[in-house]
């Protein structure tokens, strides 16, 4: 084997152990986030304040490992001369973590809500928020996954479940409008009830957006090229 060979094979390895270290803090992220806007759901229909102070404190570990991400990316590009395949990858990574850092502030947002809460009225429709609470841990798992595997069927597969979180979402928000209004005519605990309701759906619908967009990263990373825009996409389904 020649010098030159010897080089190749040597920056080949070292790119793998950085992209496998990429990976796994990337994950590790996702995974917190994910975390994160589970426990601040529950603190909020639970009104624990405590666990939601906790949600907004570890919100640093998360935008902690953004910067480590951050500097790990840069660093794999600053030693070696990536190829376009490298390059997709590290460029892939840097728009997921920012996707999983919002989806932590989403988590936070929710949270803080709780600290302000005054009414101990229950929560009507608990169980619309916790369906959307489900369908989007679910669409994140996916994603996590299509990014660990490097698996782009999946992550395409993501932009159909995306459609159940909007329908979950625009059923809430139904919901929540008629007893806003119902309530406007002499129950205002009712009213505040349902603006918590409708806010923490709101940021649960844009925590879904967030996880469809890394879905799409990740097709990204795969192909070097962006996804198919919608219009795009049915029309392929409708030739199929």
Not at 11 to 18: C, G, S
Not at 131 to 151: K, P, Y
Not at 169 to 196: K, M, P, W
Request: proline share 2%.
């Amino acid at each position: 084997m020649t010098s030159e060979n010897n080089v190749q094979s040597i920056q080949e390895f070292l790119y793998a152990e950085d992209r496998k270290r990429i990976v796994s803090t990337v994950i590790r992220m996702g995974e917190m986030a994910a975390q994160a806007l589970e426990n601040s759901v529950n603190a909020l229909l639970n009104r624990d304040c405590v666990a939601a102070q906790k949600v907004i404190l570890n919100d640093d570990f998360i935008d902690r490992l953004e910067e480590t991400v951050d500097q790990e990316c840069l660093g794999s590009i600053a030693m070696r001369s990536p190829e376009k395949s490298e390059l997709c990858f590290v460029f892939g990574v840097l728009k997921i973590i920012t996707d999983l850092e919002r989806i932590g502030d989403q988590a936070v947002a929710i949270a803080e809500k709780v600290l302000k809460m005054k009414t101990p009225s229950p929560f009507p429709k608990k169980e619309c928020i916790l369906s959307m609470l489900d369908a989007v841990l679910a669409m994140f798992r996916l994603a996590l996954e299509a990014f660990r595997t490097g698996d782009k069927e999946a992550a395409s597969f993501l932009w159909k479940r995306d459609d159940e979180v909007d329908a979950i979402y625009a059923s809430c928000y139904d919901q929540f409008l008629e007893i806003a209004v119902t309530g406007a005519r002499g129950n205002h605990e009712e009213v505040e009830i349902s603006v918590l309701e409708l806010w923490a759906a709101r940021h649960l619908e844009r925590a879904g957006d967030h996880v469809i967009n890394i879905g799409e990263r990740v097709f990204y990373m795969m192909e070097c090229k962006y996804f198919p825009s919608r219009e795009e996409r049915e029309k392929s389904g409708k030739r199929k």
